[in-house]
């Protein structure tokens, strides 16, 4: 039977449709199967990158130039003394500055009572107004961020005191405006004033006093917190078109608090600006009196 030529034609079409058909949908699953590769590596990407970024801005030194003036703080305390000295860390914590003093004999105090804290480091566990050991043991006591946690200041110092050679020193800091932290054992801040009084009463002269970090330091911190916690909802700021535009505006600046808190913990670092505002922390250095009260 002979087919016409419309009917040829016809299939012909068919066919020519069936191809391009079979040929988009190839064409579409390898574009799919491209896009979704695409897709999983950018995604794997940014999520790497974001992560990336993530611990750089976690760093705690990112933000804090306060950390890097306390391990300063603690070598200069390790290269004051000499091989032979015998120093203890009261409330080490993890120990972070036992390295600094490898040259000499290091103990650690600390009454360890977070559970999920190895400290297996620790020499004597033991509430820092009781420490068992003798009187006039060491030649120096460090006490890094510890005294803002303790609920008898006082009584603390005297025993470092006590435990202290005459002569041996006290490396001493403590928070002055920091928010509470390992709450609730935050009891105390610490103005110069107070530490001068307390290092009096314990039988201590103070040979240096000043603030662990500059103000630049200060600012940092509260900028840093700002760009965390300044809330972001019309009704925190009161509501209503105040409400709105405080929103907006703080919604402006957040990148701009962030950037200010990264530019001014660097300049913290750079230079301890401390002409006006105030810092962050106090560290003191003071000398443990003989009995006839000279140091
Ligand atoms: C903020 S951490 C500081 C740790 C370390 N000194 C540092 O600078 O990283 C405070 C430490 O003091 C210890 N601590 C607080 N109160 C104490 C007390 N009454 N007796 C002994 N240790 C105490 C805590 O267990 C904690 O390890």
């Known amino acids: 039977m002979r087919t016409s030529i419309a009917a040829r034609s016809a299939n012909t079409l068919a066919m020519v449709d069936r191809i391009r058909d079979v040929g988009m949908t190839w064409a579409f699953e390898y574009d799919l ?11 794997r990407g940014g999520l790497i990158a974001g992560n990336e970024c993530m611990k750089f801005f976690k760093k705690p030194d ?11 703080f603690a070598r200069q ?21 036992r390295v600094f003093f490898s040259h000499a004999t290091y103990e650690a105090a600390d ?4 559970p999920e804290r190895p400290y297996t480091h620790v020499s004597y566990v033991c509430d820092l107004t009781s420490i068992p050991v003798q009187s006039n043991r060491y030649d120096l006591v460090l006490c ?19 435990v202290l050679k005459p002569g041996g020193k006290l490396w ?17 801040r610490y ?24 103000y630049f330091g200060a600012l940092a911190y509260q900028l840093d917190m700002a760009w965390h916690f300044l809330p972001m909802r019309p009704r925190h700021y009161g509501g209503g078109f105040i409400g709105a535009a405080a929103c907006a505006l703080t919604f402006a600046a957040r990148p701009i608090m962030f950037a200010l808190a990264f530019v001014y913990s660097r300049l913290d670092r750079r230079h301890k600006y401390t002409d006006a505002g105030h810092g962050l922390d ?14």
């Not at 390790?78 to 120093?87: F, T």
């Not at 001493?172 to 105390?188: R, T």
């Open 33 to 43: 199967y491209f896009a979704k590769k695409w897709r999983e590596i950018a995604l």
């Open 62 to 72: 990112l933000m804090e130039s306060t950390r890097s003036y306390l391990r300063n």
């Open 77 to 97: 305390a390790a290269a004051s003394v000499g091989p032979n000295a015998l120093v203890l860390d009261a409330g080490a914590g993890d120990s972070p500055y």
């Open 111 to 114: 009454h360890c009572k977070r």
């Open 144 to 162: 890094t961020q510890v005294l803002e946690h303790v609920p008898r200041p006082q009584e603390t110092l005297m025993e470092l005191s006590r």
């Open 172 to 188: 001493i800091s403590a928070p002055f405006f920091y928010e509470e932290h390992e709450v609730p054992h935050d009891f105390f």
């Open 191 to 214: 103005t110069q004033f107070a530490w001068r009084h307390m290092m009096g009463q314990a039988g201590l002269t103070i040979d240096r006093l000043e603030w662990v970090g500059g």
């Open 282 to 295: 106090y560290c003191v250095v003071a000398t443990k009196l003989d009995r006839a009260g000279s140091a």
